[in-house]
C-alpha cells in the first residue's frame, strides 16, 4: 500500500509539472533512506541494558551493553531494561508461631539479571516486577513471620530479616531477579497483643516499686537496729564511766551549762539567771567532786 501510493502521488506529480517528478522521487528516496539509517540505530543509556526481538527469529540471546548499536530496521525490535536496583514496598499480614497477627512491611531493592535478560522478557515480559515480586514477597514473609513468636519478632529483628532475605534470595533466583536488599520497614501487631504487652509493662514497674519499698523498709529496719544498739552500747559506757568516775556527772554539767550560756547570749534581750538554772551552782560542784574523790 505504501508504494501504490507513492507510484500514485508520482503520477500525479508528472502530469502536473513533468519535470518535477524525478526530483520528487529524489526527495523521497533520501528520506527513505533517513528514515531507515535512524530506525537502524538504537541507544542503551548507563544503567540499561537491552535485547533484540527479531521478527523474523524471535528474542536473539545478545544482551546489549551501554552506547548505540546497529538494528535492522523494521525488523528488529530493541527492548531496553533498567537493571539498577529499584525499591518495592510489599505489605503483608501473617499468622505468628503464637497465632499472633502480625502487620509487617519489607522494602525490596531488586533487578533482572543483566545476563538473563533475553529469559526475564521470554518469560515475564517487561513488567517483572510486578508479575513477580508481590507473590512471593507474602508467600516468604507468611513461611518466616510462622517460625517466630511475637516477641522474638521484635528482639530478633535482625534474625528475622535475614532469615527473609535468605528465602526471598532462593525464590527470586527461580525467576532471574537479584536483590540488592531486603529490610523490615514496619512490624506491628493486633490490638489484643498491644493491650496484652503494655498491661504486663505496668504490672512489671508496679512489682519493681513494691520490690523498691520492701527493700527501703528493710534498709529502715537495720538501721534502726545499728540506731539502737549504739543507743544501747552508749548507754552502757556512761553508766560504766558513772561508776567508776563520779566526777563525769560534774563534767557533763560544765558541758550543759555551757551550751545554755552560748545560747542565751546570743539572744537580743538580757536575761538573768540563778546557777541552779544554768547547772553552775559551784557550791554544789564542789561537794560532788569532793564526794568523788572520797
Known amino acids: 500500500p505504501a508504494r501504490g501510493a507513492m507510484a500514485e ?8 509539472a513533468p519535470g518535477a517528478a524525478p526530483a520528487a522521487g529524489a526527495a523521497l528516496g533520501l528520506g527513505g533512506v533517513g528514515l531507515s539509517a535512524y530506525n537502524s ?7 540499561h541494558r537491552a535485547i533484540v526481538f527479531n521478527r523474523v527469529f524471535g528474542v536473539k540471546d ?9 538494528c535492522l530496521p523494521w525488523i528488529d525490535k530493541p527492548v531496553v531494561y533498567n537493571v539498577r536496583a529499584t525499591p518495592n514496598q510489599v505489605q ?22 543483566p545476563e538473563r535478560l533475553p529469559s ?6 517487561t513488567d517483572w516486577a510486578e508479575r513477580v515480586l508481590p507473590s512471593i514477597v507474602q508467600e516468604t514473609l507468611k513461611s518466616v513471620v510462622a517460625q517466630y513468636n511475637a516477641s522474638q519478632l521484635l528482639t530478633q529483628r535482625d534474625q528475622v530479616s535475614r532469615d527473609i532475605r535468605h528465602v526471598l534470595e532462593q525464590r527470586a533466583s527461580n525467576f532471574n531477579i537479584k536483590l540488592e536488599d ?7 501487631f493486633g490490638r489484643e497483643y498491644t493491650a496484652a504487652v503494655e498491661a504486663k509493662q505496668v504490672a512489671q514497674q508496679e512489682a519493681e516499686r513494691a520490690r523498691y519499698v520492701v527493700e527501703k523498709a528493710e534498709q529502715e529496719k537495720r538501721s534502726a537496729i545499728v540506731r539502737a544498739e549504739g543507743e544501747a552500747q552508749s548507754a552502757e559506757l556512761i553508766g560504766k564511766a558513772i561508776r567508776t568516775n563520779p566526777s563525769f556527772i560534774t563534767l557533763r554539767k560544765i558541758e550543759a551549762a555551757r551550751e545554755v550560756a552560748g545560747t542565751i547570749s546570743q539572744g537580743a534581750n538580757r536575761v538573768y539567771l540563778n546557777s541552779d538554772s544554768l547547772l553552775l551552782n559551784l557550791g554544789e560542784l564542789e561537794k560532788e567532786i569532793k564526794a568523788g574523790r572520797r
Open 9 to 16: 502521488l508520482l503520477r500525479r506529480l508528472a502530469k502536473l
Open 182 to 188: 531486603v529490610s523490615i520497614t514496619q512490624l506491628s
Open 41 to 47: 540505530l538504537f541507544n542503551v543509556e548507563g544503567g
Open 92 to 113: 503483608s499480614t501473617s499468622g505468628s508461631k503464637d497465632l499472633q497477627m502480625v502487620n509487617i512491611a519489607l522494602r525490596v531493592l531488586s533487578y533482572p539479571d
Open 120 to 125: 526475564v522478557y521470554r518469560s515475564l515480559g
Open 62 to 70: 545478545k544482551v546489549y551493553g551501554e552506547g548505540t548499536h546497529l
